[in-house]
Structures are given as structure tokens and as C-alpha cells.
């Protein structure tokens, strides 16, 4: 039999059907009080994660200060504590730093060489005028030592060296360098790339509907075939480009997708921390875990306090996975940093 339509529209046939998310297995138990700040630190809301290329250790965003909700989005402003937090297997801390550079740390990326890349989102509104932080990507050596500053720190803008409110970063195995530039609505909303010295390539997309354009870009990564996939999560869905910024296919049956990352296996894994009755009905926050090549979703994690009548994010905005199987959910509301172990195969 030859397959009349291509395997994304039948992909997204399938999530129109509507098939509930709790049909999918949960084979993983949380690891309760997991993740453990120094010195009495309390937790702040959790950024994006990424896995310490001996597949062991995580790298992770915890923002500076616990906040209530109408401070949140600044709460490195006036913190000389470190974001940028490297735990090993049993949640302890082992390094740390960026203390004082950033306003709002949102994206991390971990390259093969152990470097480690940070963007600053602080929307315009929330950053002081003249502070000389955001709209910036940082690139550390993995003791923390600054490498490389990409972005006009502290003025937001639209050129081939600007950016506003980057949300997340990802180094292609070339070296190249992919930012997802934007993160509000009134942000450029657009894919960025730069060759490993940061010499300007291309850049591609602008606030929109349409496949190639997006609503609220959020997190992306790059599969072993060299697919990019970002979350784009204000249009509830994951469009896929290859390195040239081509279209390839948008997969809808991830949910609202706030982050996404693949292991050494392919397999896909998409956090949703915002659907609910109102932002994507029918849908519920959780991590959905599948196959990158067919875009099937085998597992559900679902959040076990959700509330599909809670407008504010409570669940995992990020997820990474270690090289046991084991996964991390990265949740900015609640201020926690959870682990997942699989339990059954």
C-alpha cells in the first residue's frame, strides 16, 4: 500500500483526533528533594538544562532569588549568586558560576567540548535603564571563565548582531551557533545562526502563523540527523528546519511546547508547562517522551498537581536526559529541579 499523505499531517491528523495523553505509560518515579543548594540557598526558579558531555553530570539555570510571581523575570537583578549550577548524580553541587552577569538567565547549551552557553531573555520592561546586561548570549569554558559575548549587551535590537530576549541556544557538532531569538511578543521572534567565531551566517522567520514564522519561539535542539527543532510554544507546536533554516514539517502532538532535547538514542523528548483550558484545551502539562524519526509519543509524564484550569505555569518548562535514561525537569514556577528515574523498560 502507498502512503497517500506525508507522515506529519497524518502526525497531526492523529492529535486533531484527540487522543487523551494519559493513554500514554509513565514508566519513571520522581526522586523526591533531589537537587541540593549550598549553604542553606534557597532554590529560585529553574531554567533550562543540558547534559555535561560524560553523561553524568547536569548543567542548569537556577535564578538567583526566590521570587513571588510579580518579580519574576528579574531575579538576578541585584544577586551576586551563581545561575549557572553543575550537579552530579546525587544532586550535589559541584560548579558554579556567572554570578552578576545576568538579569534573567534562560537558555543553556553544553557543547562537545564542555563549554557552556548562556542567554539572558530579561524582557525590555523588567531590565533598569542603562544596566549593561541582556539581550545576550554568553559562552563559558567550563570552569566559568568568559569566552565569547555574542549580542549588543543591554539594548535590545533587530540587526545581524543584536538580539532581543534570546531564549535558548544549541552548538551544532560544525561548531555553528543556532540562537532562538526572542521569547515575549514583542520580541524579534526569529532563528539566528553564526559560524563557531560568531561571524554572522543567517538568520531566518519573524512573528507569525505561518510554518517558518513563529509565536513566542522557547527552546530548541538538534537530533542526530542535524534537524533543528524549536519549541514553538505560542503557536502550540515544534517546527523542524534543517541547517539552512529550510521548513521541514511542524509535529503538534507534543503538546505546548516549552522545551525539547534528544538523547544519544533519538529519542525526543518535549516539555509542556502551559496547557490548559484556555492557552491549548484538551491538553495536559507534562513531559511527553517519543521516537525523533517517526514523531511518535511512546511515554507521558504527567504532572501529577496539574490543574487544566490553571492558567499560570506550574510544570517543567525544560527537560534533559543523562545517559542512563534518567530524565530532569526543569519547573520555573514552582522552583524545582526534579529527577525522573525509569523504573520499567
Known sequence: MI????????LQLCCIINISSQTYPNPYRTVENWAKLP?????GAVGDLDVDPDGEHIWAI???IATEREDFGKECLDSDLDPVIKFNQEGNVVQSFGGGMFIWPHGID???????WVTDAVSEKKRPEGDPRGHQVIKFSPEGEVLMVLGNPGKPGSGNYEFNAPSDIVIADNGDIIIADGHGKNTNNRMMKYSSD?????SWGKTGYAPGEFHQLHGLDIDSRG???VADRGNNRLQIFNQEGDFIAQWTQFGKPSGVFFDEHDNI???DSESDNEQNPGWEMGIRIGDAHMGWVHYFILLPDGDPRNTRTNGAEFVAADKYGN???GEPGPRKLKKYVRVRR
Open 227 to 229: 534537524r533543528i527543532f
Open 269 to 271: 523528548y518535549v516539555s
Open 198 to 202: 560568531g561571524t554572522f551566517i543567517k
Open 39 to 43: 549553604n542553606g540557598r534557597t532554590m
Open 3 to 10: 502512503m497517500k499523505y506525508p507522515i506529519f499531517l497524518l
Open 62 to 64: 537556577i535564578r538567583c
Open 110 to 116: 553544553v557543547d562537545n567540548d564542555g563549554n557552556v
Open 327 to 329: 530524565l530532569y525537569g
